[in-house]
């Protein structure tokens, strides 16, 4: 399986600040996934980040306020901009990995952003 | 279009009780994916179970299994002899075949397993 790290695991932000959440993973993975999980609800997908072009944003997500990086193969960034407390959240990266022989989908603890 | 229905917000069961999560969908594809997800408290997602949509076979792994109906579109997730240890939220999700991992969640079931 895809091992993922996401920092910062929890943070509380002033409104109007921005924060910038990096996604580490063990191995090289084509597409990294950025998901969204505000309060109580599911999760939404923000947008999908290949490493040398720009990212794909779902229908309610634009670049100006989640800005994306994919600089290489393990690694990528979600930028929250000019937050507002309805930017509180968890986000979360994910990956295809490998279990059992097959591709699966592999999710980071998250990052659980409260917006003051 | 793509939809996810898990109907039941939160359950609460004594442990030992068999639960049952129930998960409908919507798709216009032909092959697609459905999943199920664990979201303990402390936030991260753990894979339980990918099913695809030609292979209607029932799974049971442990504890756990899992009854895909394509004819009702349903793909529900049973929890025999329930443990404490179960109680998260737990997520069914659907993904295409073009596009594996653009996840479409339901909205997820939390379930409290009490001593």
């Known amino acids: 399986s895809a091992v993922i790290s996401q920092k910062p695991s929890r943070d509380i932000c002033q409104r109007g600040t921005s924060l910038t959440i990096q996604c580490q993973v063990d191995?090289?993975?084509?597409?990294m996934f950025w998901y969204r999980q505000q309060p109580g609800q599911s999760l939404t997908l923000i947008a999908t980040a290949n490493q040398g072009s720009e990212a794909t944003y779902e229908s309610g997500f634009v670049i100006d306020k989640f800005p994306i990086s994919r600089p290489n193969l393990t690694f990528s960034t979600l930028t929250v901009s000019n937050m507002s407390p309805e930017d509180s959240s968890i986000y979360l990266c994910s990956v295809e990995g490998i279990q059992g022989g097959r591709t699966e989908a592999f999710f980071g603890q998250g990052t659980r952003l409260t917006v003051v | 279009a793509q939809k996810v229905t898990q109907a039941q917000t939160e359950i609460s069961v004594v442990e030992k009780e068999d639960v049952t999560l129930d998960c409908v969908y919507e798709?216009?594809?032909?092959?697609?994916?459905l999943f199920w997800y664990k979201q303990p408290p402390s936030g991260e997602l753990v894979f339980l179970i990918r099913r695809n949509s030609f292979d209607e076979q029932n799974e049971i792994s442990g504890r756990y299994s899992w009854n895909f109906q394509k004819s009702t579109s349903s793909f529900n997730f049973t929890i025999t002899a329930s443990q404490v240890v179960d109680s998260a939220v737990y997520f069914c999700?659907?993904?295409?075949?073009?596009?594996?991992?653009?996840?479409?969640f339901g909205s997820g079931t939390k379930l409290n397993v009490k001593p």
């Open positions: 191995s090289q993975v084509t597409m």
């Open positions: 798709t216009r594809d032909t092959t697609y994916y």
């Open positions: 999700a659907l993904s295409e075949k073009d596009n594996f991992n653009k996840f479409y």
